[in-house]
């Protein structure tokens, strides 16, 4: 079982910049982050592979966050610029499990991202 401790979460105002960070206790593969806002549905925000290094952004953070990995301090970031209010939402990373799984085995708690307008 890989443990995930997210950080970085904060109060900032609009047009700001937070990055998140994302440690795991063991080995990871495909991580991503995803963020849920109250009475919605938990969404994906992006991704980034294991070998390559290759991403994927939800439309809404395109051009705006920027993942990316540290292997060696088995570690995510998120960088997130020219934040919106409605970005606001708690952020989670997730890791899936082997080379080849699409499915998220291993969570994080969350990390409150706050934009005020």
């Known amino acids: 079982q890989v443990q995930l401790a997210e950080s970085g979460g904060g109060l900032v105002q609009a047009g700001g910049s937070l990055r998140l960070s994302c440690v795991a206790s063991?080995?990871?593969?495909?991580m991503a982050w995803f963020r849920q806002t109250p009475g919605k549905e938990r969404e994906f925000v992006a991704r980034?592979?294991?070998?390559?290094?290759?991403?994927d952004y939800a439309d809404s953070v395109k051009d705006r966050f920027t993942i990316s990995r540290d292997n060696a301090k088995n570690t995510v970031y998120l960088q997130m610029n020219s934040l919106k209010p409605e970005d606001t939402a708690v952020y989670y990373c997730?890791?899936?499990?082997?080379?080849?799984?699409?499915?998220?085995?291993?969570w994080g708690q969350g990390t409150q991202v706050t934009v005020s307008s």
């Open positions: 997730a890791s899936t499990n082997s080379p080849w799984s699409q499915r998220y085995a291993y």
């Open positions: 063991g080995r990871t593969y495909t």
């Open positions: 980034i592979m294991d070998y390559g290094g290759n991403t």
